[in-house]
């Protein structure tokens, strides 16, 4: 998993949007004169993806992933920058380079509504001209994995959302591409349908070395996918690291869960940072850098009914909310480079 | 031509699904059909009210004009057939952003959406022309030449090409500006001059509708080879039809590059 198939080098996307005021009267003054705003979506994003990678892109809603991902896949040309994908420049080699490339987009479907997915896939297997025999045999294969071998031959209206997006999926991947670019592929699925997709995706990265790019506002499929994470705010990049690294973020503080056998008072625990507590349990936070973590513990121990204590790390949400709100870039290896 | 090939086999599948996806709804399948022969139907008789009460088109008679009208009408119905769903395809598409999905095919993207084009309620103004066209053939004891069907051929092929020109300038324009969707008419008010016989207009109209923007290959041309009264024109028409093949495709490819998407 050494080689490197995306290269991305000072990438920049400048976009001009209109600005219009509130109101009818602007709206009939736009008729004659247009205000126009310089949007940078992105401002300068290099990155590396090795193959057979997962790796995760995440960002609150208009950071630029979006746009990142449309000129990684050559949808759109950028105002800036170098992209390496394959041997290929995506926006000007798009043709080629598209062939050995899958993408799912959670939000927008490629299947026929009144057909049913086969028809679809077999358009496909025109379309990438996929041997007959390969075909055959993908398609048995994904049929099982996904558990769609009924549903391939009723009309895609009468499927549900779930099973649909079993079929997007087989779509995306029925030509075997070496990138797939998945963009939230789970949204508004159940937790069964997530987990057989998920599990899909790892299936497909271990046994064909596929290199899967997912876009995502689960953190759930971050922390079950991704090998690497990549997250992106205001157009730059403010965290590129592994999983571990990304759970460890606060590495100087810890929560930590316990458990009562009897009720105990609010006020007793008042030395305490109190994230949240119950009747029976309470979670405390705890800063290693300020407190002897083991002597804390002690002390608790002490002073309190316990029936169980669990030490944590910060988890995953709080860590990324305190990213998206604080403009600190990390980069590679934890080093940390105040930006703003 | 690995590519033509693949689009061409593309079309055929793209047809296929069209006509399977259709006929899920029979009641509107069939219903559609009749619309489409009856209004279809309504062209050649609004013709022959105005040939029969007035003095008509000079150096053209009724069943000359029958002929004309046969003729237009099935071209009206293959023209329908084949790309009758591109406009509607690509101005929705632009403006969800679906658009994005056929920048990810192997294709040329102007290729795909003329691909996605067929429209099965063409086939009604087909089966209309088809019997207006025999029907003239009956009564003007139509002469066929060794030349007649070659030139035929090539007269509808230049006439698609030209056809798919216009499309791709629409789709150019729909790129640019998103939503823009009185164009259709514009575009069809001008290809409606198409409809009557070039040598009824001015000169200047005439040579731009033999040479500039040749409409006179859809209709007229075949019209008058079938008649055996055929003129030079049609070669500059034939050669007008590739190259605004050609300006249309230099366009696409400039307006693409202008392409936005959609938020994401």
Known sequence: ?340 | MQTVAGLLRLYVYHMKMGISSAMIYRADFITGIFVSIFVSGIGPFVQFLYFTHTRGYPEWTLNQILLFQGLLLLWFGLRDLLFGQVRNTVMDMVWKGDFDRLLLKPYPTVGLLLCSGFQLHGIGSCIAGVLVTVLAFHRLDVSINLWTVPLLIVALICGVVLFMAITIFYCSIVIMLIQISRISELFDRITDFANYPVNIYPLALRVVMIVFLPFAVWTYYPTQILLDRLDYGIWFALAGCVGVFYLSIKVWYLCLKMYTSAGG
């Open chain 1, 1 to 340: 998993m050494d080689e490197i198939i995306i290269k991305v080098q000072g990438l920049r996307k400048t976009f001009k949007k209109l600005r219009k005021k509130e109101g009818f009267l602007s709206s009939f003054r736009s008729l004659l004169i247009r205000d126009f705003e310089r949007i940078h979506s992105v401002k300068g994003i290099d990155m590396e993806i090795r193959k057979g990678e997962i790796r995760g892109i995440i960002g609150p809603n208009g950071a630029g992933k979006s746009t990142t991902i449309k000129m990684l896949s050559g949808i759109l040309f950028p105002t800036e920058g170098t992209v390496d994908v394959m041997g290929f420049t995506p926006w000007l080699d798009r043709e080629r380079y598209v062939r050995h490339l899958g993408v799912l987009f959670g939000q927008k479907s490629q299947l026929w509504w009144d057909l049913p997915p086969i028809d679809t896939f077999l358009l496909i297997k025109e379309m990438y001209r996929i041997p007959e025999e390969d075909f055959k045999a993908r398609l048995n294969r994904f049929k099982s994995m996904l558990q769609i071998e009924r549903i391939i031959y009723q009309p895609v209206r009468t499927l549900s959302l779930g099973e649909r997006m079993k079929c997007e999926l087989v779509c995306a991947v029925l030509h075997e591409p070496p990138l797939v670019f998945l963009d939230e592929p789970t949204i508004g699925l159940d937790i069964v349908s997530k987990e057989t997709i998920r599990e899909f995706i790892k299936q497909m990265s271990r046994d064909k070395q596929t290199t899967f790019i997912v876009t995502t506002h689960d953190l759930a499929d971050i922390e079950n996918l991704c090998d690497r994470v990549t997250i992106i705010n205001k157009g730059t990049i403010v965290f590129d690291d592994s999983m571990e690294r990304l759970s460890s973020y606060f590495s100087n503080r810890k929560v930590v869960e316990i458990k009562f056998t009897q009720p105990v008072e609010e006020k007793l625990l008042d030395s305490y940072k109190v994230i949240s507590s119950g009747a029976m349990s309470v979670s405390i936070e705890i800063d290693t850098g300020e407190f002897d973590l083991k002597k804390v513990i002690f002390e608790i121990l002490d002073r309190f009914p316990v029936l169980d204590v669990n030490i944590m790390n910060i988890p995953i949400e709080e860590v990324i909310k305190h990213i998206y709100s604080h403009e600190e870039k990390v980069v590679g290896y934890g080093e940390k480079v105040g930006v703003g």
